[in-house]
């Protein structure tokens, strides 16, 4: 006795049913007992056809002469008996019944698959049955028109048979509409079978069953053979034909992602197709070019008389075209781009289409006139108050000595408004470096003498190895701009043979003026009113500082990472976080003035800000928010309250160690690293698995890297480049603000959280002037204490206009807006959009200039003698 078939009712109550390869017959009955609930009947489902026979009707199996027909017409030469499974094959368990030259039909379509709408077991399902297995195809059958569309919708067949022959059974037609009536039917060719036309009746009209959804008309014929070639002919026509269609699809979605300009038009140039690239280059939208012929199109008077001639005729003759081409955009502006024209030929060798590639060719005029599309489009500064230009301006090349031969002069805060969005395109060099060099160096051949020696002094400059630095070192410079940007981006390699500093990490500090909580909710009622602001961008966060005890970090954190899930994603309980933060913020030096544990609060705060705003919470996903967290959280820890140069300059052990590179940076993420998993009560990492943890600490460790000045420059011109300027070529071409294309890549999403972390590490000049002026306070003080500290120990003084006797903190407030920054909030507010944070950077930039012009007034007053 063979094995008894697998049978699974599915919720709905369809029978799934599979024979057994050891069935006693090849049409083994499969029967399901009925009871109060009992299963919708009529749908039997197959993997293979090869595998089983047809199910069999009620009254039991078919006779062993309908089998040996089958068996005959299938070509087999083996004796079969009703009990006697067919000889199958390895290779879709199919059997060898069909000739060489027919198997030579087979191809790589052999995955279609049917499905056999009939009532009831007769020689015509049959028919199909075997023919279908005789094709390799696979089968299921359907009894009911529930059960067909359900099967329908599950499998999504090629081919649909439904039995047109009888009516009192279900409604053929009814059928068809009810599958036509899916999504997945666009792709799918239902055959009618039709009862054979009598002698004395008049063939019936196909005209109801096209109109019903049918694609075609079979008549009842129950060969094996018929029905063989019927379901072969439609695999080699109308299937076919639809998995080239399903596969343009795929083609479509390619072309609409592509970077290029794509258009693509009849052989007598009426436009079919244009793709995103085209219409944001162009300016138009597809609704107002598809149909039109080229010709009817504004053309630049810039090309010459006989270009188009000669397009023409290349092209008409079958070859391809490529050169460079002037085009005219919506707006009436000519651009110059290098255009590909590749005609297509179909049968017989006649042109059908012409794909044209478009590419903006690298000139200044094309980059001016991306500039004024931007500047167009760009918000009016009379009705946004926070598109300020903070800084007075700077040369493309970023020449300081623009900055200082200003003088006193400035320009009003008013005549210093500037659109962010157009900033944006004028401020940073594209990489690979080596194939701008390779551009710069073939234009150089054609141009004249004027250009090609400019073009020298463009090459001079790139083979700098600092590409995104800015110069400094003029004799005239501002010295506040300049003590400030040397200090905080050099390595500092200005040393004095002989002097060595080794700072001494103090490490276990003690704060016993305040219990820790127990939970988050056994907070004392004097913090936790506080913190029921902390969502507020004017969090005042030296009130909690005070209340705290300068403890901050651990109730702040307590409370930002609860409402982000920290514990929840990295598994693991409050108890375990509270003491990470505590063993975290007892690595912050209080004695510091700026960089304590107070700072790192501060940070913490201004990242949980960001990861609210609308457009970053879409380009990041949960593991990226609590790397974000943790990086803020940590990114200072241990900090010595001294300067990359300065422990350069005094060959520090953290220096020697560091090899002179990111020096604090890479001690902060390695020391938060080594106390997290030394000790399990505070290891917040230990539930989480590898791969988890790596994701997570290669994530923090970036963005605690990120925050290192040296590499300022090139993380916000990476960030435009990558960032904002697709978002603002997508706004430009849809007219709407909407993310930039890509945002999701792991590429960009690693750029947009460098870019959030270093906001938030220097948003000081963006918070509340009373905050603002606080921080400016604390950052002196301990540049004035580093100051101090070289003197006595003979080092080079790193940042000597941060001498406590004649610094001015006003101007040195006034260099680090214009040279840090105005720029990376300005990239960082075109995506995140934060008007509050930039009214809040251009009053405190007023505030400031204040104070200096008061300053520098009462200097220039004469003696009362």
Same mark, same amino acid.
């Given at each position: ?114 499905? *056999? ?14 023919? =279908? ?19 329908? !919708? ?24 009810? @599958? ?18 009598? +002698? ?8 109801? !069953? ?24 439609? $695999? ?56 039109? $012929? ?62 044209? !590639?478009?590419?903006?060719? =690298? ?34 090349? @970023? +020449? ?11 320009? &009003? ?22 194939? %701008? ?18 073009? +020298? ?9 600092? *590409? ?30 002989? #002097? ?25 009622? =004097?913090?936790?009113? *506080?913190?029921? #602001?902390?969502?507020?961008? +004017? ?45 975290? $913020? ?17 940070? /913490? ?5 960001? /990861? ?39 060959? &520090?052990?953290?220096? %020697? ?24 009560? =505070? ?17 923090? @460790? ?13 993380? %916000? #011109? ?71 500290? $070289? ?22 407030? @006034? ?25 809040? *950077? ?24």
């Amino acid at each position: 006795m063979g094995c008894a078939p697998s049978i699974h009712v599915s919720q709905s109550g369809v029978i799934y049913c599979r024979d057994s390869d050891e069935s006693n017959s090849p049409h083994q009955t499969t029967s399901v007992s009925q009871g109060p609930a009992a299963p919708l009947p009529g749908l039997f489902v197959q993997t293979d056809a090869a595998d089983a026979i047809p199910p069999s009707r009620a009254s039991g199996p078919p006779s062993a002469a309908r089998v040996r027909r089958a068996r005959a017409e299938l070509g087999s030469g083996s004796s079969v008996g009703s009990a006697t499974p067919a000889p199958t094959t390895s290779r879709g368990r199919r059997r060898h019944c069909c000739s060489s030259a027919e198997a030579e039909t087979q191809t790589s379509y052999t995955s279609v698959k049917v499905l *056999l709408i009939f009532a009831k077991e007769d020689s015509q399902s049959d028919g199909f049955w075997w023919a =279908c297995d005789r094709a390799g195809y696979r089968c299921n059958i359907a009894r009911t028109p529930e059960s067909a569309l359900e099967c329908f !919708l599950d499998k999504h067949h090629e081919i649909i048979v439904i039995d047109h022959r009888q009516t009192q059974n279900f409604d053929a037609e009814a059928v068809c509409r009810s @599958i036509r009536a899916t999504n997945p039917s666009e792709h799918t060719v239902i055959l009618a079978v039709v009862s054979r036309v009598l +002698d004395d009746h008049e063939e019936a009209s196909v005209l109801p !069953l096209l109109h019903a959804g049918f694609n075609r008309r079979f008549m009842e014929n129950s060969s094996i053979i018929a029905c063989y070639n019927e379901l072969i002919q439609i $695999e080699h026509g109308e299937v076919r034909s639809q998995f080239k269609l399903r596969a343009c699809n795929s083609v479509f979605t390619a072309l609409d992602h592509c970077h290029e300009a794509i258009e693509i038009t009849s052989d007598d140039h009426v436009i079919q197709y244009v793709n995103p690239a085209f219409e944001r280059m162009m300016g138009y939208h597809k609704g107002e070019l598809l149909g039109k $012929e080229l010709a009817d199109l504004p053309k630049s008077d810039k090309n010459r008389a006989d270009l188009l001639d000669t397009i023409n005729t290349c092209i008409k003759k079958g070859k391809e075209w490529q050169g460079v081409y002037y085009a005219r955009r919506k707006s009436g502006d000519s651009i110059q781009q290098h255009v590909k024209i590749t005609p297509v030929i179909g049968q017989g060798g006649k042109i059908r289409h012409f794909v044209s !590639l478009k590419k903006l060719c =690298c000139t200044t005029d094309n980059n001016k006139q991306i500039h004024k599309i931007h500047r167009d489009s760009g918000d009016n500064s009379q009705t946004e108050p926070h598109s300020f230009r903070y800084k007075n301006r700077r040369k493309e090349s @970023i +020449d300081v000595k623009s900055i200082s031969s200003r003088g006193s002069d400035a320009p &009003s805060l008013q005549n210093r408004r500037y659109p962010s969005m157009a900033r944006i395109h004028s401020m940073t060099i594209e990489a690979p470096i080596t194939k %701008v060099i390779n551009i710069i160096n073939a234009a150089q051949e054609n141009s004249p003498v004027t250009v090609a020696e400019a073009l +020298d002094r463009v090459l001079e400059i790139l083979r700098t190895t600092e *590409l995104y630095s800015p110069q400094l070192g003029t004799k005239d410079e501002d010295p506040h701009t300049s003590d400030l940007v040397g200090g905080l981006m050099t390595d500092g390699l200005r040393r004095l043979s002989g #002097n060595e500093y080794v700072f001494t990490k103090n490490v276990h500090q003690s704060h016993s003026h305040l219990a820790m909580p127990i939970t988050i909710n056994d907070v004392p009622p =004097c913090i936790s009113q *506080l913190l029921d #602001n902390e969502e507020s961008w +004017d969090f005042n966060i030296f009130e909690l500082e005070a209340v705290t005890h300068k403890r901050p970090l651990v109730y702040l954190g307590l409370k930002v990472f609860s409402r982000f899930g920290v514990c929840e994603f990295l598994n693991c309980s409050e108890t375990t976080l509270r003491a990470w933060f505590q063993v975290i $913020e007892a690595n912050y030096h209080s004695s510091n003035a700026y960089h304590n544990s107070t700072h790192a609060a501060d940070v /913490l705060h201004a990242t949980a800000f960001f /990861l609210g705003k609308e457009r970053v919470k879409g380009s990041l996903d949960q593991l990226d928010e609590v790397a974000a967290l943790i990086a803020a959280t940590v990114h200072d820890v241990d900090h010595p309250g001294r300067t990359n140069s300065f422990l350069c300059n005094a060959g &520090s052990e953290l220096a %020697v160690l560091y090899n002179d590179t990111a020096v604090l940076e890479s001690h902060h993420t390695a020391l938060a690293f080594q106390l997290t998993v030394k000790d399990t009560k =505070c290891n917040i990492f230990k539930n989480i698995d590898r791969n988890h943890y790596r994701t997570l600490r290669q994530a923090i @460790i970036d963005m605690v890297l990120a925050t290192e000045m040296t590499k300022h420059f090139e993380h %916000v #011109n990476k960030f435009v480049n990558s960032i904002n300027k697709p978002m603002a070529a997508e706004i430009e071409g849809s007219d709407c603000e909407c993310n930039p294309a890509g945002k999701n890549f792991p590429e960009n999403q690693i750029l947009i959280k460098r870019m959030m972390i270093k906001c938030a590490d220097v948003a000081n000049p963006c918070r509340p002037l009373d905050l603002c002026i606080e921080w400016a306070g604390r950052i002196s003080e301990e540049y004035f204490a580093q100051t101090d500290e $070289e003197k006595r120990q003979g080092l080079p003084v790193v940042m000597p206009v941060f001498d406590r006797n004649t610094c001015s903190i006003p101007k040195s407030q @006034i260099s680090f807006i214009d040279y840090f920054i105005t720029d990376m909030f300005d990239a960082w507010d075109a995506f995140a959009h934060l008007p509050a944070l930039m009214q809040h *950077l251009a009053d405190n930039y007023k505030h400031w200039k204040t104070l200096d012009d008061l300053k520098c007034k009462s200097l220039r007053l004469p003696s009362d003698s």
